[in-house]
Nanobody
Framework: QVDLVESGGGSVQAGGSLRLACATS????????AGWFRQAPGKEREGVAY???????GYGESVEGRFTISLDSAEKTLYLQMDTLNPDDSGIYYC?????????????????????WGQGTQVNVSS
């Protein structure tokens, strides 16, 4: 069983930074994808960033160049460093995990279909 617990959300002004953390238990970096998603009121949930079992990372178009995903394997904690935040980044941020599978072309991590979820942490960016 994999459990995920997010922390680090809060309120920040536009242009500021936040770092989210996701404490994991039962997670093994070499067989799981791990990712961050977010959902704003009235909007669909969107993938923000992922890290695959071989350490490859990917980002949603709206955050690439501003957000950085990382994994501390020793602490079993997933991080999301968010810089140059703007009000459109506001929402509930979720940590997620999925068993990693490779179809010969790519890892499933990039398909943004995850089945294990944390409870979420709120991020508010004011203008």
């Amino acid at each position: 069983q994999v459990d995920l617990v997010e922390s680090g959300g809060g309120s920040v002004q536009a242009g500021g930074s936040l770092r989210l953390a996701c404490a994991t238990s039962g997670y093994m970096s070499n067989i799981f994808c791990a990712g961050w998603f977010r959902q704003a009121p009235g909007k669909e949930r969107e993938g923000v960033a992922y890290i695959g079992p071989r350490g490859g990372v990917g980002y949603g178009e709206s955050v690439e160049g501003r957000f950085t995903i990382s994994l501390d394997s020793a602490e079993k904690t997933l991080y999301l460093q968010m810089d140059t935040l703007n009000p459109d980044d506001s929402g509930i941020y979720y940590c997620a995990a999925e068993w990693a599978q490779h179809d010969g072309n790519m890892w499933n991590c990039a398909r943004w279909k995850y089945s294990i979820w944390g409870q979420g942490t709120q991020v508010n960016v004011s203008s």
